[in-house]
């Protein structure tokens, strides 16, 4: 089994927030291959299916962002699983708006989010950046982060998302290069 955790703060005042894409993209998964219903477990909510051969349990954190390594960490060990079965979906600052770039291990760059998995975890699992542009200073980073996303970003948000779920697969192959080319790809067109 995978853990799949997407990154977000939960409310629907945070729903369209850049620093929930991650929960965005867990549920458009879960919606384009017809994962389970929505059970509150682990401090959060999981939906449990299969891509492709695999089987993958989808979670977002009730935590809130800070926490959220609790229930990632919950979650683990209950099913006996390391850091190896874990991908994380988050929201990354240092990469252009509606780039995918999928790494394994590294810093947390700041966000409180992969801070609190790492403090609970370690650092070595395996992460899917969904990038949200940096606003130019820094001082504007939180209003950014926590901002919704413009009516004009829609199409371009809801492109990317559909990529990362349609492509899914290659993900739980373990196939990030060929996960990351193929999401780009559908993005070109």
Do not use: C
């Not at 060990?77 to 252009?96: C, I, S």
């Amino acid at each position: 089994m995978q853990v799949w955790t997407g990154l977000g703060n939960p409310g629907p005042q945070y729903a369209l927030n850049r620093h929930n894409v991650g929960f965005m993209a867990l549920d458009t998964i879960a919606e384009v291959h017809g994962f389970g219903p929505v059970q509150k477990k682990f401090q959060g909510w999981v939906q449990e299916g299969r891509i492709g051969t695999q089987k993958v349990l989808l979670l977002k954190p009730a935590t809130f962002m800070n926490e959220s390594g609790r229930a990632v960490g919950e979650a683990l060990r209950f099913y006996k699983l390391g850091t190896e079965a874990l991908t994380v979906f988050h929201d990354e600052l240092d990469l252009a708006p509606f780039k995918v770039k999928v790494k394994q291990g590294g810093g947390t760059a700041g966000h409180n989010g992969l801070r609190s998995i790492d403090q609970h975890l370690g650092a070595d699992f395996r992460r899917v950046r969904i990038g949200i542009g940096h606003p130019g200073h820094k001082d504007r980073v939180t209003g950014h982060v926590l901002g919704n996303y413009a009516k004009a970003e829609q199409d371009d948000l809801a492109a990317m998302l559909g990529a990362i779920a349609a492509e899914a697969e290659w993900l739980a192959k373990g196939d990030d290069t060929r996960f990351m080319n193929d999401v780009a790809l559908r993005q070109q067109d």
